[in-house]
């Protein structure tokens, strides 16, 4: 299983940007998707998760970032508006997947990291 995220970049804080993530691979079933967070120095944090129809958002973004999910193609994107400098990270997709091999047990997956840079 392999999760390809895309988006990320420089932004002025107020600003958007857009993350999405696709798993692919031996996938049964998705049972959570989402992304993390991790600032130079600090431990990494969830940003937000669907999991099952239930989606969990960090105290810190609420009201600013949205994440939707593609269930039919295991997509989820993350839409981040009103960004601040203090957003400025490493944002890491993660998916909980059951696969063909692991069945009925899940094994959790993350894509490679992409930076999202907020400037003042």
């Known amino acids: 299983v392999q999760l390809q995220a895309s988006g990320g970049g420089l932004v002025q804080a107020g600003g958007s940007l857009r993350l999405s993530c696709a798993a692919s691979?031996?996938?049964?079933?998705?049972?959570?998707m989402g992304w993390y967070r991790q600032a130079p120095g600090k431990e990494r944090e969830l940003v937000a998760e669907v999991r099952s129809y239930e989606t969990n958002y960090a105290d810190a973004v609420k009201g600013r970032f949205t994440l939707s999910r593609d269930s039919s193609k295991n997509t989820v994107n993350l839409q981040m508006n009103g960004l601040k400098p203090e957003d400025t990270a490493v944002y890491y997709c993660?998916?909980?997947?059951?696969?063909?091999?692991?069945?009925?047990?899940?094994?959790?997956?993350w894509g490679q990291g992409t930076q999202v840079t907020v400037s003042s």
């Open positions: 691979g031996n996938i049964l079933s998705t049972n959570a």
């Open positions: 993660n998916a909980d997947i059951v696969t063909m091999f692991s069945h009925p047990r899940q094994e959790t997956f």
